[in-house]
Nanobody
């Protein structure tokens, strides 16, 4: 199972760190590619960032490149999304997802397990 945390209300320009924790039976988190997605009200699910199994490769949506950083700590079974210089357009429910694919994809259907999400709200 995956579970996100760290979402909250923050002002424009602020920072947040989201966490995605793996728990329960199954393969360790290090066995999976992890992606972060977000969905704003009335909009489609959007890829935000992804990280390879060993953390050596990271991928970002153009809208967050330079502001967000994805990282992983397999010892903690946690993947983080560090978000800086937040904008009102970043307001959304954020989800982490695990994939058994060989490469990071930005397509939600390539991810097998999803967390319930955490809400990020950026006030103007």
């Amino acid at each position: 199972q995956l579970e996100e945390s760290g979402g909250e209300l923050v002002q424009t320009g602020g920072s947040l760190r989201l966490s995605c924790v793996a728990s329960g039976p199954g393969l360790p988190l290090s066995s999976y590619i992890i992606g972060w997605f977000r969905q704003a009200p009335g909009k489609e699910l959007e890829f935000v960032a992804g990280i390879s199994r060993n953390g050596g490769r990271t991928y970002y949506a153009n809208s967050v490149k330079g502001r967000f950083t994805i990282s992983r700590s397999d010892a903690e079974s946690t993947v983080y999304l560090h978000m800086n210089t937040l904008k009102p357009d970043d307001t959304a429910a954020y989800y982490c997802a695990a994939s058994t694919q060989g490469l990071v994809h930005d397509t939600p259907s390539t991810y097998d397990w999803w967390g319930p999400g955490t809400q990020v709200t950026v006030s103007s």
